[in-house]
């Protein structure tokens, strides 16, 4: 098999740029929990207090939480720069098949967390801008609920585009409060990158206000900018701008600015991305991955995806990818 024929293996068996591992211990997590399919969804809403701002956390399980009952991992799924957490990993499409990421993941049998961050969706706004650092901070005022409702002071985190960078961040500045680190749609550098190139140009307008524009036109927007629509059912864009919409047609603009003017925000850790993702390039991962210093790690890039590969048709790709990952054994030591 020539140099050529391998790549193009790796490639259809989805390997490339992936995942990887945060702060490279997993003690403190339970066990992976078998799968639980069919067993009946249980949904809970908390509240988070960050400096007077109210955080919306939002939680999906099997099963109501019991007194005694043998812990769930706990997994955290943190959103991206222009849409809000339920509407990114708790979506629900009419007619179409699983667009819930926590329902996946619950099924599997973890305790699937997620967040409206500062100024996004139902949580409240301290009138910033929403940062890469803003977020961090929503993620700190985060877990410590998690902490009480699950008994477990570590989760596994996942994150997308902009809630890659505040995810990896958080493992960077807390990294006793993570497990495995799952980065998707990551941004390092941004060199080359088509979409960093084009918020670059606008930095200047991005910076006038603490909220950009965001409308219907705007999130339909994201699953074209790759050059793939084809990779997207229209049907759930629809819902999607239905269930966004409901929150006005402005988002905050802090990851926009820090993602075109203050990019490498993170230190390597970790990554996964699609075939066809305008916000990165390989070479600009691979640089990243080639710096991991834990040796428990993956790169992974799924096949037949762009940006959103949460949204895409292919989005069971994502689902594997991530179940396998977290469910890794724990490497035993020499």
Same mark, same amino acid.
């Given at each position: 098999?020539?140099? /050529?024929?391998?790549?193009?293996?790796?490639?259809?068996?989805?390997?490339?740029?992936?995942?990887?591992?945060?702060?490279?211990?997993?003690?403190?997590?339970?066990?992976?929990?078998?799968a639980e399919p069919g067993g009946e969804m249980w949904s809970g809403e908390y509240w988070a207090n960050k400096g007077?701002?109210?955080?919306?956390?939002?939680?999906?399980?099997?099963?109501?939480?019991?007194?005694?009952?043998?812990?769930?991992?706990?997994?955290?799924?943190?959103?991206?720069?222009?849409?809000?957490?339920?509407?990114?990993?708790?979506?629900?499409?009419?007619?179409?098949?699983?667009?819930?990421?926590?329902?996946?993941?619950?099924?599997?049998?973890?305790?699937?967390?997620?967040?409206?961050?500062?100024?996004?969706?139902?949580?409240?706004?301290?009138?910033?801008?929403?940062?890469?650092?803003?977020?961090?901070?929503?993620?700190?005022?985060?877990?410590?609920?998690?902490?009480?409702?699950?008994?477990?002071?570590?989760?596994?985190?996942?994150?997308?585009?902009?809630?890659?960078?505040?995810?990896?961040?958080?493992? /960077?500045?807390q990294p006793a409060s993570v497990g495995r680190l799952a980065l998707c749609a990551f941004t390092y550098k941004g060199s080359g990158a088509a979409e960093i190139e084009r918020r670059r140009k606008k930095i200047a307008e991005l910076s006038?206000?603490?909220?950009?524009?965001?409308?219907?036109?705007?999130?339909?927007?994201?699953?074209?900018?790759?050059?793939?629509?084809?990779?997207?059912?229209?049907?759930?864009?629809?819902?999607?701008?239905?269930?966004?919409? /409901?929150?006005?047609?402005?988002?905050?603009?802090?990851?926009?600015?820090?993602?075109?003017?203050?990019?490498?925000?993170?230190?390597?850790?970790?990554?996964?991305?699609?075939? *066809?993702?305008?916000?990165?390039?390989?070479?600009?991962?691979?640089? *990243? *991955?080639? /710096?991991?210093?834990?040796?428990?790690?993956?790169?992974?890039?799924?096949?037949?995806?762009?940006?959103?590969?949460?949204?895409?048709?292919?989005?069971?790709?994502?689902?594997?990818?991530?179940?396998?990952? *977290?469910?890794?054994?724990?490497?035993?030591?020499?």
């Amino acid at each position: 098999m020539n140099e /050529q024929d391998r790549r193009m293996v790796l490639k259809s068996a989805g390997l490339g740029v992936g995942l990887g591992v945060g702060a490279g211990l997993l003690s403190g997590i339970v066990a992976p929990a078998h799968a639980e399919p069919g067993g009946e969804m249980w949904s809970g809403e908390y509240w988070a207090n960050k400096g007077g701002v109210k955080l919306s956390l939002w939680r999906k399980r099997v099963g109501a939480p019991a007194a005694g009952e043998t812990p769930k991992p706990p997994v955290f799924l943190v959103h991206g720069s222009s849409n809000s957490a339920r509407s990114s990993y708790d979506l629900t499409v009419p007619g179409k098949s699983e667009y819930s990421l926590m329902n996946v993941l619950a099924q599997y049998g973890y305790d699937v967390w997620t967040m409206d961050h500062d100024g996004y969706g139902r949580s409240g706004s301290s009138g910033n801008n929403s940062d890469i650092a803003s977020g961090v901070e929503d993620l700190k005022a985060a877990m410590p609920v998690v902490a009480k409702e699950t008994g477990q002071t570590k989760a596994h985190f996942y994150g997308t585009s902009s809630g890659g960078i505040r995810a990896a961040a958080f493992a /960077q500045a807390q990294p006793a409060s993570v497990g495995r680190l799952a980065l998707c749609a990551f941004t390092y550098k941004g060199s080359g990158a088509a979409e960093i190139e084009r918020r670059r140009k606008k930095i200047a307008e991005l910076s006038a206000s603490p909220r950009r524009k965001r409308d219907a036109k705007m999130i339909e927007s994201i699953f074209s900018r790759d050059g793939h629509p084809e990779f997207y059912d229209p049907a759930m864009i629809a819902a999607l701008v239905a269930d966004e919409m /409901q929150f006005g047609n402005e988002v905050p603009s802090g990851t926009y600015i820090d993602m075109a003017a203050n990019l490498p925000i993170v230190d390597p850790t970790k990554i996964m991305r699609g075939e *066809f993702d305008g916000n990165s390039t390989t070479e600009d991962l691979l640089d *990243f *991955f080639r /710096q991991l210093p834990n040796g428990d790690r993956q790169f992974v890039i799924l096949p037949q995806t762009a940006h959103s590969a949460g949204y895409s048709k292919n989005r069971h790709l994502l689902y594997y990818a991530l179940h396998n990952f *977290f469910a890794k054994p724990v490497p035993t030591a020499a």
